[in-house]
């Protein structure tokens, strides 16, 4: 049993690599944005990456999100044995998220409404709070945070968490299968048209410094709806992660209807909208794909 574990091991380390290589990039990029206490961040994909790994890849691929989880929090001066707890936390909550569902009976490709909730509720909302439980009483063990800046640094935490698991996991487990489409010249077409239109609505939205934005920003449930129930789960997800991208994008540079005094705030603003959009969306492309087959047209 044991030359198989290891076995496994080894036949996993590509996968573990390219886990590890893709969390720590994408969480220096997410504590760049003025992170709560230095290591709570509102903008945190890597959740989302690790748990769709392990769905994708298995629960073997822990030790990449252990070692980066780790290794990137060190990297921002926690101290060693406060970011190994941090490390722990994170590849907990990915674990914590798999098992729940599996017990469950979830199907990672996310083809029913029933999916789509489980993965809303245990993984969204229940596992998250492994990570920043740890990870905020880790920092308070190690003098990093004060009492009083607890609850802020949990609040922060706890919703970066919940965003990269709604945002980014959903894209990869229905993106890890392509989708089947017939080779029809006038779907490809519409298609692509939405892709601009919707593109052009978002600069509109999050690019604008006038009040326009501010006035157009729930206009975007209109096409997003639009394109979940004619594209399925697979054009849902990459219009809540392009939608994501955009809006982060336009907030960081002072653009966009949640610019606010500070930084922090902006993005709190920003997260929840993009959490009700998320949300919505992801169950309306469930529901469509449950009736039609996805993009199969």
Do not use: C
């Not at 690790?50 to 990297?75: E, H, K, Q, Y």
């Not at 740890?134 to 935490?157: D, K, N, R």
Request: charged fraction near 10%; proline fraction near 3%; hydrophobic fraction near 60%.
């Amino acid at each position: 049993m044991a030359r198989n574990l290891t076995r496994d091991f080894y036949d996993k380390i590509p996968e573990i690599t390219a886990v590890a290589i893709a969390y720590f990039i994408t969480a220096k990029i997410g504590l760049d944005l003025e992170a709560v206490s230095g290591f709570a961040t509102l903008v945190w994909a890597p959740t989302g990456i690790a748990i769709a790994s392990m769905l994708v890849f298995g629960r073997r691929v822990w030790p990449g999100i252990f070692i980066a989880a780790a290794a990137v929090n060190f990297s921002e001066g926690a101290p060693l044995l406060a970011a190994s707890a941090m490390g722990i936390g994170n590849m907990l909550e990915a674990v914590v998220a798999v098992y729940l569902l599996n017990m469950f009976g979830f199907r990672k490709s996310l083809p029913r409404m029933r999916d789509v909730t489980l993965f809303i509720v245990l993984a969204a909302g229940i596992s998250t709070l492994v990570s920043a439980s740890i990870g905020v009483a880790s920092l308070w063990a190690h003098g990093i945070v004060a009492e009083p800046a607890l609850s802020a640094t949990f609040q922060a935490w706890w919703i970066g968490d919940m965003m990269g698991a709604l945002i980014v996991a959903p894209f990869l487990l229905t993106w890890s299968r392509m989708p089947a489409v017939r080779k029809r010249r006038s779907f490809r077409l519409e298609a692509a048209a939405f892709a601009v239109f919707f593109a052009v609505i978002s600069l509109l939205v999050f690019g604008s410094i006038h009040e326009i934005g501010r006035l157009m920003a729930f206009f975007l449930f209109l096409p997003m709806i639009f394109g979940a129930i004619r594209f399925g789960m697979h054009g849902t997800t990459a219009a809540v992660v392009a939608v994501s991208f955009m809006s982060i994008a336009g907030t960081m540079m002072g653009t966009g209807p949640f610019v606010r005094e500070s930084l922090y705030e902006s993005m709190l603003s920003l997260q929840v909208f993009m959490g009700i959009i998320a949300v919505h969306t992801l169950i309306i492309g469930a529901a469509a794909s449950a009736k039609s087959g996805g993009l199969k047209k």
